[in-house]
């Protein structure tokens, strides 16, 4: 008697308990935007010229959640309250698929942030973005280089305005290590080539210690980070007009130029004396994450790891990254000294499914200088927008990164796996690279498996 | 918090006016079915009783069989006809085949080994003290989803280089322990997928062992006892009394699990995402359709997949309707 009466009571009084806690976080997650920095008491002023629309809502679908998803809301907050137009915004880790089955279905969103042309360029040829408005294509001739401009160019068709940026090819060391040791930042391939040589041959008492750390594992795309290795050896090598014939695949895997630059990074990625400082030989990269890849070097295991600017997120909060700090970085070297200054980089494209005067009002403001700077302002992310002030990014390295995407000398190539057809550049590209560093093929098989799949 | 309770509303709001809907459509379709004229009465009743099942499976299955049969014949797009090309490119490209064969592989060694343990596992608990509990033990797994599985496995394969740390993965610190060398269990091709598949046993035995278990005690006692009396030792028991007794079971349990294996993604997908040599038909289907965007080549699986299931099926069905004629 005595248990069901209890069961009767907690039961419903559990159920209460677990209502109260999810509308509490309901509640708090409303009130946090009027809360924030960028909120609160805004200035009309500035977005007058978007007009005003009320009750009408736009819909941004994008793969970006979290803490990036929360300070993207936030700098758009003062534009909603002021033009009247609500943002609904939903994000889907499955958005790459999803973006495609929304389209097909006639249910797509009113913007997408789409962070590979690829896709993008799929979407448009299949006839379902529209082409973007003229206030849009005005922002981006004024405030951004013709190459970010061709990415969201189709037959002369312009659609989609890029929208962040992030700089790939970044080598980052530790300051300390490479006093201590009198190492040198090295300013061509070859330095850097020499670099590896020394620190392999100064590190041999450690038994676990290799100049570099890789890690390629990241589920199902698994081998991306090898691609941006290739890519900047390709840029860097055989230049940025061979790098745009390999991305439209007038110039094969196997043809000399690429394969000399994969032939370039398999010296390193290849080489049981270089690789894999702090978890094994070539076949441990694999199954390192990227996330941990370059870990190692806080330990003294490894001495070097290449990734994109974002990485900077991963070293956590009590590791500062400055170039008298814990960790910084340098640019992958150029082939030769007194190359012209070339990086890889990838960023995301705001595409339009609908025509309504409420969505061109965002595209607008997000192609804006404006909002460029109110993004930044809130920290953690960069653009390649020229309207922007880089003394409001929120390290150092995001100040160097912003410099060099403004700089007008700087030769910037998008991705090239995020470039090419997906069957290659999220598929065969990458697991050609896996099977490559784990041993299972030659240069010579990678370039023909990879060639043999590529869509012509 | 007001947002809260409109949009809730809303929510419910709806889901309350479609069940109102539905009930007042079906309610409606009863009124006339009821009401229908004498001739031909059974029939309008059978209609609407079977109408909405029929529509739901011809929405839900009849149009998307077809549509996707006719997508293998397509191009990347889906919009232009290709003729046989996909099926070319299934039986020419060498890591498809790959695929083609661990599927293979994955359906005559699942079921087997499951069965055989499940069966084994259900003979010799059979009575025997704390059977319960022993049966709970082998059916937790069932209880675990594959992706959850997948995710206590890897810990068990991870893999750390000697000297370069301590062994996180347990089979590999009991490699170091004996003296051996760790390895790449999920790497090294083609053995990682026998490193897969063993979590799909792992997960299935106590499937099998559970139906086998009740069907072994379904055999009739009076038939045990009299093989008893004449002398049949344990295994010979086994062989000519318990095995024919539970003939149907096995067969059920045999085509389930081999369905099961076929259709098998979540552990491929995320302990290798088919990576170093691991695909089978399933997770390469999903692969080519949805991330490379390659809708022919994905059709194309997706129908080799159906065509792989559909014997099994037709057996199964076979065996089941043989039993109801015995009985």
């Known amino acids: 008697m005595s248990s069901t009466l209890r069961r009767r009571v907690?039961?419903?009084?559990?159920?209460?308990?677990?209502?109260s806690l999810v509308l509490a976080g309901c509640a708090a997650d409303t009130e946090e935007p009027g809360a924030g920095g960028a909120g609160g008491d805004a200035d009309c002023a500035e977005y007058e010229q978007y007009g005003s629309f009320d009750g009408e809502t736009v819909e941004i679908f994008s793969t970006i959640a979290e803490v990036e998803a929360d300070n993207l809301e936030l700098s758009w907050a003062d534009f909603a309250s002021c033009t009247g137009i609500t943002i609904d915004y939903v994000s889907s880790q499955e958005f790459e698929t999803q973006i495609n089955v929304r389209a097909q279905a006639g249910d797509a969103p009113e913007l997408a942030i789409i962070p590979q042309p690829g896709l993008l360029q799929r979407l448009i040829a299949e006839g379902y973005v529209v082409a973007a408005p003229d206030s849009v294509e005005a922002n981006v001739d004024e405030f951004w280089s013709e190459s970010w401009k061709s990415y969201g160019t189709v037959d002369g068709e312009f659609y989609a305005a890029p929208l962040m940026a992030s700089v790939k090819g970044y080598v980052w060391y530790s300051p300390a290590d490479f006093e201590e040791n009198g190492y040198e930042v090295p300013a061509t391939w070859d330095e850097m080539m020499a670099l590896t040589e020394e620190m392999a041959a100064n590190g041999a008492d450690n038994a676990a210690y290799r100049p570099w750390c890789v890690g390629f594992a990241s589920g199902d795309a698994t081998g991306w980070v090898g691609t941006?290795?290739?890519e900047d050896a390709v840029l860097r090598f055989a230049g940025p007009e061979a790098y745009d014939q390999w991305v439209a695949g007038d110039l094969t895997f196997a043809s000399p130029e690429i394969t000399e630059a994969i032939e370039l990074v398999g010296d390193i990625l290849l080489d049981p004396a270089y690789v894999n400082g702090g978890f094994g030989g070539a076949e441990s990269i694999v199954s390192t994450t990227f996330q941990d890849g370059g870990f190692p070097i806080l330990e003294g295991n490894c001495s070097m790891h290449h990734q994109a600017s974002f990485y900077e997120a991963?070293?956590?909060?009590?590791?500062?990254?400055?170039?008298d700090g814990d960790i910084w970085a340098f640019l992958t070297p150029p082939a030769a000294e007194g190359d012209p200054f070339a990086v890889t980089g990838g960023g995301e494209f705001v595409a339009a499914f609908s025509e309504d005067e409420a969505t061109a009002a965002v595209q607008t403001y997000l192609s804006s200088d404006l909002w460029a700077n109110n993004r930044v302002a809130l920290g953690g992310v960069i653009s390649a927008n020229q309207g922007l002030d880089a003394?409001?990014?929120s390290s150092e390295l995001a100040v160097q990164s912003i410099e060099i995407l403004q700089d007008p000398d700087t030769i910037f190539r998008f991705d090239a796996s995020d470039l090419m057809p997906a069957a290659v550049g999220a598929g065969s590209f990458w697991t050609g690279m896996t099977d490559w560093v784990l041993g299972e093929l030659t240069t010579d098989q990678m370039t023909a498996f990879i060639d043999g799949t590529f869509p012509r | 918090m007001a947002d809260f309770w409109t949009d809730a509303f809303e929510k419910f709001g709806v889901m309350v006016v479609g069940l109102?809907?539905?009930?007042?459509?079906?309610?409606?379709?009863?009124?006339?079915?009821d009401r229908a004229p004498k001739k031909g009465r059974d029939f309008w009743q059978l209609l609407a009783f079977v109408a909405p099942a029929m529509l739901l499976l011809l929405v839900?299955?009849?149009y998307p069989a077809i549509r996707t049969t006719y997508l293998a014949f397509t191009d990347r797009s889906g919009n232009e006809f290709v003729g046989l090309r996909n099926f070319e490119w299934m039986f020419t490209q060498p890591e498809i085949i790959t695929v083609l064969l661990n599927t293979v592989v994955w359906v005559i060694v699942v079921p087997l080994l499951s069965t055989i343990f499940g069966l084994a596992y259900a003979v010799f608990i059979d009575k025997a003290h704390g059977e319960k509990i022993l049966k709970s033990l082998v059916f937790l797994p069932m209880a675990i989803s594959f992706v959850g599985a997948s995710i206590i496995w890897r810990f068990v394969y991870e893999y750390r280089e000697q000297g370069f740390g301590e062994q996180i993965g347990i089979l590999n610190q009991i490699i170091v322990w004996v003296g051996g060398e760790p390895q790449q269990f999920l790497q090294n091709s083609p053995w990682n997928t026998f490193f897969l598949i063993v979590v799909m046993v792992w997960i299935q035995t106590g499937f099998a062992m559970v139906l086998l278990s009740a069907a072994i005690k379904g055999v009739p006692v009076e038939i045990v006892e009299a093989a008893r009396l004449d002398g049949a030792n344990a295994w010979q028991q086994f062989r000519n009394v318990t095995l024919p007794g539970i003939r149907g079971t096995l067969v059920v349990v045999i085509t389930t699990i081999s369905i099961a294996t076929l259709k098998v993604f979540d552990i491929v997908r995320s302990m290798t995402a088919g990576q170093f040599g691991t695909s089978v038909v399933a997770n390469e289907m999903y692969t080519q359709a949805f991330r490379r965007a390659e809708i022919g080549q994905g059709s194309v699986l997706a129908l080799t997949l159906f065509i792989m299931v559909l014997p099994i099926v037709i057996y199964n069905v076979r065996v089941m309707r043989q039993q109801k004629e015995i009985r």
């Open chain 1, 391 to 393: 003394s409001l990014a």
């Open chain 2, 20 to 33: 109102a809907a539905f009930a007042v459509i079906v309610g409606v379709l009863l009124f006339f079915a």
């Open chain 1, 314 to 323: 991963q070293w956590g909060e009590d590791v500062t990254v400055a170039p």
């Open chain 1, 228 to 230: 941006d290795w290739v």
């Open chain 1, 10 to 19: 907690l039961g419903p009084a559990a159920a209460i308990g677990a209502l």
């Open chain 2, 60 to 62: 839900g299955l009849i």
